[in-house]
């Protein structure tokens, strides 16, 4: 099973809402990551967690909060976002330690939209 | 400046045509090339390659790298309406681990 989830899949929001998107897996990966994918675009890393400690944050505006709360979910926390951080939001696992790169999974995503 | 850089960025051909796409890149310590196929959503994983010379292969897919020219190709036999998607390359160093580096993707479309 390589399956990655992640819930909403659509989600819109105000610039004054407060939301959170889920991501889980069931593989025991050890890595997990938040990209954002704008629409003709690569995705972009935001975020990577190893073994629930994050280990890379791309710079990216403190109005995204990521958290790992076990070893199968990652969070990614939004609050007072722009209209700009709409694109679809891609959660991604791979088995891990990063002192490996293999493969990684990605979910579905979620299709924020901000208005 | 790491790149990967991919072409065509578009393609457009018919049922049962063969296509060939490129990979090239251009970063440190490297250590492996992935292929993804994306559709409507999420990018879904074909291939990794680490050595060079090796090819992989799945169905009507196959790809191979070469270390020494810094480029990889993936190749679709006999191509199927299905087949049309984006087709992400990407690139891990082995310095900075767990990010992968994107290519801009090669847009296929098949026509029936």
């Known amino acids: 099973d390589t399956e990655v989830t992640q819930t909403p899949k659509h989600l819109v929001m105000g610039m004054t809402n407060k939301k959170s998107l889920k991501c889980e897996q069931h593989m025991g990966h050890r890595a997990m990551y938040w990209y954002k994918q704008k629409a003709k675009k690569p995705p972009e890393l935001m975020f990577v967690y190893s073994y629930e400690k994050l280990s890379i944050n791309e710079s990216v505006p403190s109005r995204f909060s990521p958290e790992c709360p076990n070893s199968s979910l990652l969070n990614l926390h939004l609050h007072a976002l722009q209209p700009e951080d709409s694109a679809l939001y891609l959660c991604?696992?791979?088995?891990?330690?990063?002192?490996?790169?293999?493969?990684?999974?990605f979910g579905p995503g979620t299709r924020l939209t901000v208005t | 400046e790491d790149k990967v850089v991919q072409s065509p960025l578009s393609l457009v051909v018919h049922e049962g045509d063969t296509v060939t796409l490129n990979c090239s890149y251009e970063v440190t310590n490297f250590r492996s090339l992935l292929w993804y196929k994306q559709e409507k959503k999420a990018p879904t994983f074909l291939f990794m390659l680490t050595s060079s010379g090796i090819e992989k292969k799945s169905g009507r897919l196959s790809s191979i790298l070469d270390k020494k020219e810094l480029f990889s190709i993936l190749n679709i036999t006999a191509t199927q309406t299905g087949d049309s998607a984006i087709y992400l390359c990407?690139?891990?160093?082995?310095?900075?681990?767990?990010?992968?580096?994107f290519g801009r993707g090669t847009q296929l479309t098949v026509w029936p």
């Open positions: 991604a696992s791979s088995q891990g330690p990063l002192q490996t790169v293999g493969e990684q999974y």
């Open positions: 990407a690139v891990g160093r082995g310095s900075t681990l767990g990010r992968l580096y």
